[in-house]
C-alpha cells in the first residue's frame, strides 16, 4: 500500500508552492537572532560566552545560513562575545554567516569594521531604523532626518566593505512613500539586503503578502534594480501569536531570509519561533534541512537562556508526542506492533515524530485503557500477567493525571512484592 494514500492532505487543495530562482539571490534561508533579539527578552538570561559557542554549533548543524551575535553598541562585554563567537567560525570553518545589529550610526558600525580586519570575514551590519509615523511623532523625526542619518552609516560602512543589511522597524506600520523613499536610497548607496519588520507583532499574513509584493514590484523593480540582486529579509514577532504564519506567509511572498529565535523568546511576546518555522517548512516541503538535532537545539536554549518550554509547546514540549489517552494510545499501539514506524508517528500526530529525532510515548493514567498497561510493561521489560494488568489499571484510574514512568514502577514493585 502506498502510505501516503492513507491521508487525505487537503493542505494541498489548490496550493502550490512556486519560487522561480532566477528571481531571488539565493534559496529560503533562516537567520536566527536568538543571542541577539532573543536576549532582549525581559526575563532572557544572557549565556556564557562557551554556552553561546555551543548554541552556534547546533545552529550550523541545523544548516542556518545566518547569525546575528549581538549588538557591538551595548558596550565591551557585548563586543567580547561577539569576537568569540566570530573566532569560532573561522577557526572551525563554518558555513553559517556572521552579523551584529547596529544602529545607523558610525560609533556601533566601528566594532564591525575593526573584527572584519581581524578575522577576514564579512560581518554583516544590520543597521535599524524606526520609520513608522507613530515612531516618528514619538521621537520628533522627520523622513529628511532619518535619510540623512542613514545615508551616514550606510555610506561609513560600504566605504569600509561592510555588508549591510538595511532595517527598517516597524515597517509593518510604516506609510509606502516612506518605505520606498529609504530603501531606494538605501540601495542607490550600494545596500544589496533589505530588511522588512514586524517590530510590534502587528502584521496578519494578508499584510505580510501585500507589503512584500510592494516591497518586490514598488521599491525594488520600480527603483531600476533586479529582483535576484537584493536580498529581502522578514523578521516578525509574536504579540498576535502569528509569528510562525507570517514567517510562513512570507516564504510565500518570496522573502529570500527568514528570522527567528529557538523557542520564540524575544522582547514581549517574543519574536517568531525558529525552530516551529523549520518544522512547518520542512513538512511543506519548501527546505530540506536535517533537523534531526533541532530537539536538542531547543533544550540547550531553554537551559541557557532560561526561557521557557512548556510541557505543550508544539514538537518540542515533553507533552507533544506523549498520549495517555486509551483510544489515541491503542492506535498508535497497533502501528508500532506492525513495525511501522511512519504509522505509528502519523496516526495521531500531524507532526512525524521521527523527522525531528524524536519518538511516540505511551504514558499511563487516569484516561488509559489496558492497551496503555500491557505495552508499558512490555517496552519496560516486564510480564504482562493479566493480575498485574489489573493492578496497575485499578492504579492508573486512581490518579489525577498521568504517570510518571518511577510512579508506574513503584506500583509495579509493590504488586511484585
Request: hydrophobic share 35%.
Amino acid at each position: 500500500m502506498d502510505e501516503r494514500s492513507l491521508i487525505y492532505d487537503w493542505n494541498t487543495i489548490d496550493y502550490e508552492f512556486n519560487r522561480n530562482p532566477s528571481n531571488h539571490p539565493h534559496g529560503v534561508w533562516f537567520d536566527d537572532e536568538t543571542l541577539r533579539d532573543g536576549l532582549q527578552s525581559p526575563s532572557a538570561r544572557n549565556p556564557s560566552i562557551e554556552e553561546k559557542v555551543e548554541l552556534l554549533s547546533y545552529m550550523e548543524k541545523l544548516g542556518i545560513q545566518k547569525v546575528d551575535l549581538g549588538l557591538p553598541g551595548a558596550g565591551p562585554f557585548h563586543r567580547e562575545h561577539i569576537d568569540a563567537l566570530i573566532s569560532h567560525i573561522t577557526s572551525n570553518d563554518y558555513q553559517i554567516r556572521p552579523g551584529a545589529a547596529v544602529r545607523t550610526l558610525m560609533n556601533d558600525i566601528e566594532p564591525l569594521v575593526e573584527m572584519q580586519n581581524k578575522h577576514g570575514i564579512p560581518i554583516q551590519a544590520s543597521a535599524f531604523l524606526g520609520t513608522s509615523p507613530i515612531r516618528q511623532y514619538t521621537e520628533g523625526w522627520t523622513m529628511d532626518k532619518l535619510i540623512s542619518t542613514m545615508e551616514k552609516a550606510v555610506s561609513y560602512a560600504v566605504e569600509n566593505d561592510v555588508p549591510v543589511m538595511f532595517v527598517t522597524e516597524d515597517t509593518t506600520r510604516s506609510n509606502p512613500d516612506d518605505v520606498r523613499k529609504i530603501y531606494q536610497r538605501a540601495m542607490e548607496l550600494g545596500v544589496r539586503r533589505l530588511c522588512v519588520c514586524d517590530t510590534c507583532g502587528h502584521v496578519t499574513p494578508n499584510g505580510v503578502k501585500k507589503l512584500l509584493n510592494f516591497i518586490d514590484e514598488e521599491v525594488i523593480k520600480d527603483g531600476g534594480y533586479h529582483r535576484s540582486d537584493i536580498e529581502v529579509n522578514w523578521h516578525g514577532h509574536q504579540d498576535r501569536g502569528l509569528g510562525v504564519a507570517n514567517n510562513i506567509a512570507a516564504v510565500e511572498a518570496g522573502a529570500d531570509v527568514v528570522h527567528g529565535t529557538a523557542l520564540g523568546v524575544g522582547e514581549r511576546a517574543g519574536n517568531a519561533p525558529l525552530d516551529q518555522t523549520l518544522v512547518n517548512l520542512k513538512l511543506m516541503g519548501v527546505i530540506d534541512n536535517d533537523l534531526t538535532y533541532l530537539d536538542e537545539y531547543t533544550r540547550l536554549a531553554n537551559k541557557y537562556i532560561e526561557v521557557p518550554l512548556p510541557r505543550n509547546y508544539p514538537v518540542f514540549g515533553e507533552d507533544a508526542f506523549e498520549t495517555g489517552t486509551g483510544v489515541h494510545a491503542s492506535a498508535v499501539i497497533k502501528a508500532m506492533r506492525k513495525g511501522d514506524n511512519w504509522l505509528a508517528d502519523r496516526v495521531y500526530s500531524g507532526v512525524p515524530a521521527g523527522d525531528f529525532g524524536l519518538k511516540q510515548v505511551i504514558r499511563i493514567g487516569h484516561m488509559a485503557g489496558r492497551s496503555n498497561i500491557i505495552w508499558w510493561l512490555e517496552q519496560n521489560g516486564y510480564e504482562a500477567s493479566d493480575d498485574l494488568v489489573a493492578h496497575l489499571f485499578e492504579v492508573a484510574k486512581s490518579q489525577s493525571r498521568n504517570m510518571e514512568d518511577s510512579e508506574v514502577e513503584a506500583a509495579v514493585k509493590q504488586f511484585l512484592n
